[in-house]
């Protein structure tokens, strides 16, 4: 039997840029059969490449989606405003 051993590399930091890109990346899931207690089928996720934040919501069909992406966008915009 061989026993081996991963040693871990450091990365460089990576350099933010100083202006915020618009750049919000967005998943829709639906959940394999299972339902929360309020019937809520499927999830989003919003990841925010530049603060390095995810927000998360349950969803009971996909048309409110719309809806958490415009409330995603007004709490970014109060962030950049704080």
Known sequence: ??????????????????????????????????????????????IDNHYRFCYGHLLISKDKALDYKNNVELCRENLLSA
């Open 1 to 46: 039997m061989y026993v081996s051993k991963n040693y871990k590399t450091t990365i460089s930091s990576i350099q933010r840029s100083p202006t915020i890109p618009d750049v919000v990346h967005g998943d829709i899931c639906k959940m394999n059969g299972e339902l929360t207690m309020d019937s809520k089928r499927y999830f989003i996720t919003f």
